[in-house]
């Protein structure tokens, strides 16, 4: 605390020194007494009793770094806000201020002093009844002058705020932190400081020297967009999983069948196939979304598109086409005669015939998962509950990992008895999933439906059950050939490698030449159907092979992958494009270190000890005794010092 004398209080308020020794006197003016040398009375009056302009004048007449809150206002034109516009905190700090000026002005009302004084005594008592609160006549008057421009941000106390947001760090310096800060590498900040500052010193060494490494440690906390961050340092698909938006699904007005998702599951349970070799078989899957019962599920050691429409058939035969299906992007849904090539199409093939694929002849309208999304099939949680209830019920469960994977099932393999054969497995998933999953409580996220079970559910919102007769159905599940033409061998098949001519005379004589395509069905390829390119029937044409090749593999298929552009996904990728450096050209990591290693290594300084001491792992040296100041560092061997001395003696 500073104080004045009462001829410094008078010269500042340019007036007489009794004129402020009355004031004293008077009370008007807080002052502390004590006595001087010669027993007279001396006033000190604290620095704080004079208003904040006579404050400022004794500051700077004394060269005295003058308080932030005593500085001129930084005239600068703030947005208007309103009250609600502020934080919590805020909007307590502008009320308690108004209801602090509303309490000034009735006190001046009712008060017997004139305005000035009874001001000056409002401070007093303000400041006895809240210690914590900073006030003085000069901040009553701003804040009044505020309140009355109804300029609400006036009444906060926004020392330091001028400051707020700024930086140390010239924006050159951060965008070169920025380049290797946002990288997949994911460097360390304390790492990426170092590089800058091995960069600027190459490239703009006037920018030295760097602020502090904390100062870059706080602007990363607070000024890089955590999309931004997440984007640089994690990838793409960490930014698609974690940041940016996606499509909340509503069940409510869902009705069965009308949407159903198809995926496979690799079983944690191993099983003998017939040849005794011992593998993990594979579900493949169709889940009704509204209710979560599987509809069609077919067990297959490898999924493949005829394992998929095999589910697919099973579960219409049961519960009738759906309107829609939810699959991946894998080739065992996505084949050319099965859902179509979608965007994998190239641009050669647009123009070409293909036959109306499976799902279409169906009527059902196939959607595809975004690649790569952790978020789009919600069959995958169901999965989980096959895991938990299914798989963990066999001897050879071997959990989904390492950790998961039981103590026992070494001794249960060893043990072949105990091994479940492929047939089990089979039946033992389709009588659990139907009759036992498909009737547990329903879980999902329509909460009118909670306490009903999963069939209950599909029954009760079950609109409308589409079907289709036995041959129809047949038919529409058959899978296609691309167009060919009718040669001199009829049409043919490609199948496991090898090729399965089929033809008659009636097809040789009248359609030889015409652009066809087939269909047949893969379990019995004896025969298949032919059409032309305008999908008219023509006839069924029988093999010409003598034997008549298993349906040994399928054909492979390309997928149809959802394209969509999202928003921010496009505004991230353009700001972390816009944190790259661009003023002296981004150098890499790498290149840094290993350059100012080059330059260590040319200024390394060579090793030179000032003592070089001998060791020999194959000889236990005795010490003489050490003179006065000597240093143990050179061990002598005594008896051969004495062996040395008798050589010398009789040399002589």
């Not at 008077?26 to 027993?39: K, L, R, V, Y």
């Not at 599987?294 to 519960?319: E, H, N, W």
């Not at 009527?363 to 099939?377: D, F, L, P, Q, Y």
């Not at 043919?492 to 269909?519: M, P, Q």
Request: hydrophobic content about 35%.
């Amino acid at each position: 605390m500073i104080y004045l004398t009462t001829k410094e209080v008078a010269d500042i308020r340019n007036c007489s020194e009794r004129h402020i020794q009355a004031g004293v006197t008077s009370g008007m003016i807080n002052a502390q007494i004590i006595m001087a040398n010669n027993n007279r009375k001396k006033y000190l009056i604290p620095l704080n009793e004079l208003t904040d302009a006579e404050q400022f004048k004794y500051y700077k007449s004394h060269a005295i770094p003058i308080p932030e809150d005593l500085l001129p206002e930084r005239k600068s034109e703030r947005p208007h806000k309103e009250f609600d516009e502020f934080s919590a905190v805020q909007r307590e700090e502008i009320a308690e201020w108004i209801r602090i000026l509303n309490a000034w002005d009735e006190y001046c009302a009712t008060s017997k002093l004139q305005k000035v004084p009874a001001t000056e005594k409002f401070v007093q008592l303000q400041k006895v009844a809240n210690s914590d609160l900073k006030i003085s006549k000069g901040i009553l008057y701003r804040k009044k002058k505020a309140l009355k421009a109804d300029d609400l941000a006036g009444l906060l106390d926004n020392r330091g705020s001028w400051k707020k947001g700024t930086s140390s760090i010239p924006e050159e310096v951060w965008q070169c932190f920025l380049s290797f800060y946002l990288d997949e590498a994911q460097h360390p900040i304390q790492a990426c400081y170092e590089y800058t500052e091995m960069w600027i010193k190459r490239e703009a060494p006037q920018l030295l020297p760097l602020p502090a490494y904390a100062s870059f440690y706080r602007k990363v906390q607070t000024a890089i967009p955590k999309p931004v961050e997440i984007m640089g340092r994690q990838g793409m698909k960490a930014f698609r999983d974690r940041c940016a938006p996606y499509i909340r699904r509503t069940y409510e007005g869902m009705a069965s069948n009308e949407w159903w998702i198809a995926d496979n599951h690799t079983f944690d349970v191993q099983t003998k196939g017939e040849n005794g070799s011992i593998h993990r078989l594979y579900l493949t899957a169709f889940f009704d979304a509204r209710s979560g019962i599987f509809t069609g599920c077919y067990v297959t050691d490898a999924p493949s598109s005829q394992a998929t429409l095999i589910a697919l058939r099973k579960g219409i035969v049961k519960y009738g086409i759906p309107e829609n299906i939810y699959v991946d992007n894998g080739r065992e849904f996505l084949t050319f005669d099965v859902g179509g090539l979608g965007h994998r199409l190239k641009k050669s093939q647009k123009d070409k015939f293909a036959p109306p694929p499976v799902f279409e002849r169906l009527g059902i309208k196939m959607t595809n998962a975004i690649v790569r999304n952790a978020k789009a099939k919600i069959i995958e949680r169901r999965f989980r509950d096959v895991k938990d209830r299914l798989s963990r019920l066999f001897p050879t469960y071997t959990g989904g990992n390492v950790v998961e994977r039981p103590e026992r099932l070494k001794k249960v393999i060893k043990s072949a008895d105990n091994i479940p054969t492929d047939y089990e497995l089979t039946q033992a998933v389709e009588d659990i999933l139907t009759y036992y999953m498909n009737e547990k409580p329903y879980s999902g996220a329509v909460s009118s439906d909670s306490g009903k079970s999963r069939m209950q559910v599909y029954r009760e919102q079950l609109k409308e059950k589409r079907v289709a007769a036995e041959l129809d159905l047949n038919l529409m599940l058959m899978r296609s050939t691309r167009s060919q033409k009718v040669g001199r061998r009829g049409v043919h098949l490609t199948v496991a490698g090898e090729k399965i001519d089929y033809y008659n005379d009636d097809l040789i004589l009248n359609h030889f030449g015409e652009s066809v395509y087939c269909r047949y069905d893969p379990e019995d390829i004896s025969k298949v159907r032919i059409y032309d390119l305008d999908d008219n029937y023509i006839m069924t044409a029988p093999t010409d092979n003598e034997a008549v090749l298993a349906y040994g593999a399928s054909k492979d298929a390309v997928s149809q992958a959802l394209r969509k552009v999202k928003s921010l996904e496009k505004l991230t990728k353009q700001e972390l494009k816009a944190s790259q450096i661009t003023a002296f050209g981004k150098e890499t990591a790498l290149n840094l270190v290993l350059a100012t290693a080059e330059e260590n290594k040319a200024n390394a300084e060579e090793i030179n000890p000032k003592v070089i001491s001998v060791h020999r792992a194959d000889e236990t040296a005795e010490q003489l005794p050490m003179a006065v100041g000597q240093s143990n560092i050179v061990t002598i061997d005594k008896a051969k010092m004495i062996r040395n001395l008798e050589q010398r003696q009789k040399e002589e």
